[in-house]
Every structure is written in structure tokens, then in C-alpha cells.
Antibody, heavy 120, light 112 residues
Framework: QVTLRESGPALVKPTQTLTLTCTFS??????????VSWIRQPPGKALEWLAL???????YYSTSLKTRLTISKDTSKNQVVLTMTNMDPVDTATYYC????????????WGQGTLVTVSS | QSALTQPASVSGSPGQSITISCTGT?????????VSWYQQHPGKAPKLMIY???NRPSGVPDRFSGSKSGNTASLTISGLQAEDEADYYC????????????FGGGTKLTVL
């Protein structure tokens, strides 16, 4: 059974760095073809793709946010970590992690999401 | 501003069919058969409904179907049911810059 769960602070102040952890089970990120992404959704708005890390430790970032994002993995702990620097109120959103299990570029399992509010 | 264009809303009566479009470019929708569709109910995580343009994951009713023509992909829901009322998002692989996957702006489906 595949599960993913996001964890991190619910509230961060402007200019701070956000660190989110995705803890997953039911698959290994060392298996060829496996990837995990972060995707966010501001309240009432659309999904926005942020970053992806694959089984080979290749990393891909949103063009508009790449200077602020870092994605990493700890295969032994079954975790993927996203850091986002210089947080702003416009970054208030529900942040999801999701699994991509093949070259099909689709997300078959999602975490429940974690709401991050940026406010002083 | 979303990379893929979807209508903001569509509606239909129970039993009817509706189609949601998703328009991109030759760098995403038109260039690859990697279009996916997700259903999202309020307060819930998205759920994969269609992958690789027209494939349904196990458990998704065959009332849901996908297709593509040129730079536009479509999701069709036939025999609308009340529980189909949700937001629907398309996504596609993209070869643009460092971005890997792009989403559409989402479509709110109302079952009248």
C-alpha cells in the first residue's frame, strides 16, 4: 500500500526558509523509474508544479521558482525534502507531495497536503 | 498564469455528457502523449483519472475518457453523476526550460 504524508510548519514568517518533508511508504525511491514531486495549491487557485527528484537523484525545478527551491531525498528514511527560501505571503498554499511511478509523467499517489501560511 | 488553458467552468445535468478541454503548445500537449487528468473534491488531494491521454487507472469508471487532437486534449465524462461534481485539472509533460510538468488552470464541473 502506497502512502505519502507531508509534514512541516503550518506558519512561517516572510523572508524565512520553509522546509517540508514527504515521508512515504509502499515503494522505494531507489527503484528505477520512481520519482517524487512537490506540487502546491494556493487557496481557491490551481495546482502549481514545483519540483521533482528521481531515483537517480536527478532534480528538476519550476522555472519561475528554481532559484528558491531545493529538493533532496533520503532513500534510507523514505523521505523527500523540499526547501523554499525567502517565503512571501503569496507562497501561502497547500503543499502536496506525489509519486510518479513511470515515464508517464503522471502522479498516481498523493499525500493529503499540508497548509502553509506565510504571515508575520 | 497557468501553462495549459482550461475553461473555468462547465456544467451538465445528471445523465448528460460533458467535455473539458485543455489547450497547450507543441512543447507540451501537442508534442507528447503524456497528458493526465485529475479530479479534486473540496478539501481533498487530487486523484488521477486519466493518464497518457486516454488510459484509465484501475478503479476509475469507464464513464471517464480522454483524447487529444493537436495541441488540445479533452476529458469527457458521460452519464454524469452527482459525485462527479469537482474541480478537474489537466497536466502534461513539457520540454520547456527546466519545468518538467505543467498543470492547467482547472475547471469547476457543476452537476445541475
Amino acid at each position: 500500500q502506497v502512502t505519502l504524508r507531508e509534514s512541516g510548519p503550518a506558519l512561517v514568517k516572510p523572508t524565512q526558509t520553509l522546509t517540508l518533508t514527504c515521508t512515504f511508504s509502499g515503494f522505494s525511491l531507489s527503484t528505477s523509474g520512481m520519482c517524487v514531486s512537490w506540487i502546491r495549491q494556493p487557496p481557491g487557485k490551481a495546482l502549481e508544479w514545483l519540483a521533482l527528484i528521481d531515483w537517480d537523484d536527478d532534480k528538476y525545478y519550476s522555472t519561475s521558482l528554481k532559484t528558491r527551491l531545493t529538493i533532496s531525498k533520503d532513500t534510507s528514511k523514505n523521505q523527500v525534502v523540499l526547501t523554499m527560501t525567502n517565503m512571501d505571503p503569496v507562497d501561502t498554499a497547500t503543499y502536496y507531495c506525489a509519486r510518479m511511478a513511470s515515464d508517464g509523467y503522471n502522479y498516481d499517489y498523493w499525500g493529503q497536503g499540508t497548509l502553509v501560511t506565510v504571515s508575520s | 498564469q497557468s501553462a495549459l488553458t482550461q475553461p473555468a467552468s462547465v456544467s451538465g445535468s445528471p445523465g448528460q455528457s460533458i467535455t473539458i478541454s485543455c489547450t497547450g503548445t507543441s512543447s507540451d500537449v501537442g508534442g507528447y502523449n503524456y497528458v493526465s487528468w485529475y479530479q479534486q473534491h473540496p478539501g481533498k488531494a487530487p486523484k488521477l483519472m486519466i493518464y497518457e491521454v486516454s488510459n484509465r487507472p484501475s478503479g476509475v469508471p469507464d464513464r471517464f475518457s480522454g483524447s487529444k487532437s493537436g495541441n488540445t486534449a479533452s476529458l469527457t465524462i458521460s452519464g454524469l453523476q452527482a459525485e462527479d461534481e469537482a474541480d478537474y485539472y489537466c497536466s502534461s509533460y513539457t520540454s520547456s526550460s527546466t519545468l518538467h510538468v505543467v498543470f492547467g488552470g482547472g475547471t469547476k464541473l457543476t452537476v445541475l
